[in-house]
């Protein structure tokens, strides 16, 4: 296996926001995967909760999309720290979904909302148009 080197890279100071960005999906989806079991395998512990309330499904539906949303946040995550361009794509979806929940939050939790929504558009900004300069600043070109 050969050593890949980076002799001059064009990347700037965005690729910290595109690597925050990663970092937060990998987490983001740490926490789905958590809800998500949680609900399948205890599903009292959630049983009576707020989410009943706002979307007419089961638990069990509710935990089985927490799942998928979970790995599908950890997979795009460690794409993107990687430089992968699906993860950009993905991850930019993922963002867009993000701040689409967070704005029907906005009148019961206007200062998390607000920053959450501020966050994901920054980070999809940094994606979209800085991605690929993680593959540059690695040595991918």
Not at 20 to 35: F, I, N, Y
Not at 104 to 112: E, K, L, N, S, T
Request: proline share 2%.
């Amino acid at each position: 296996m050969t050593q890949r080197t980076v002799e001059h890279s064009q990347a700037t100071a965005w690729v910290a926001w595109v690597l925050l960005g990663g970092v937060m999906l990998v987490m983001l989806g740490t926490v789905h995967l958590g809800t998500g079991l949680v609900a399948l395998i205890r599903p009292e512990v959630l049983a009576g909760g707020r989410a009943d309330l706002l979307l007419p499904v089961t638990l069990t539906a509710l935990a089985w999309t927490h799942l998928v949303l979970g790995v599908a946040a950890v997979t795009a995550g460690v794409g993107l720290v990687a430089g992968r361009r699906w993860a950009r794509i993905v991850a930019i979806l993922l963002a867009g979904l993000a701040a689409l929940v967070n704005f029907a939050f906005v009148g019961r939790y206007p200062v998390w909302s607000v920053t959450a929504i501020a966050m994901t558009a920054i980070v999809m900004y940094a994606v979209a148009a800085h991605g690929a300069e993680v593959a540059d600043a690695q040595g991918h070109s």
